[in-house]
Nanobody
Framework: QVQLVESGGALVQPGGSLRLSCTASGGIFIFLTMGWYRRAPGKQRELVATITPAGATDYGDSVKGRFTMSRDDARKTVYLRMTSLKPEDTAGYYC??????WGQGTQVTVSS
């Protein structure tokens, strides 16, 4: 079974930027579609972005034009570059793959 570990979450001011990372171990990576989801307290989980093994990306409507997902198969890592951050981006961010594995999340807080 694949283990996924997220990192990079932080407190950031509105308009700022962050890059999240998710590193996989214990299984295959190169052949899997990867995704980022987020969930704020009291709200339903929301799709943020996905990336296929070929590098094709899709984004949730709320983050289009602001977030960019990428992958580095040699390092078994996917990234989420977040720019123009808004308070409503505050959430726990979770990494997942097409096998149904999940990381434990990393917290992003956008506040003045």
């Amino acid at each position: 079974q694949v283990q996924l570990v997220e990192s990079g979450g932080a407190l950031v001011q509105p308009g700022g930027s962050l890059r999240l990372s998710c590193t996989a171990s214990g299984g295959i990576f190169i052949f899997l579609t990867m995704g980022w989801y987020r969930r704020a307290p009291g709200k339903q989980r929301e799709l943020v972005a996905t990336i296929t093994p070929a590098g094709a990306t899709d984004y949730g409507d709320s983050v289009k034009g602001r977030f960019t997902m990428s992958r580095d198969d040699a390092r078994k890592t996917v990234y989420l570059r977040m720019t123009s951050l808004k308070p409503e981006d505050t959430a726990g961010y979770y990494c997942t793959n097409s096998l149904g594995d999940w990381g434990q999340g990393t917290q992003v807080t956008v506040s003045s």
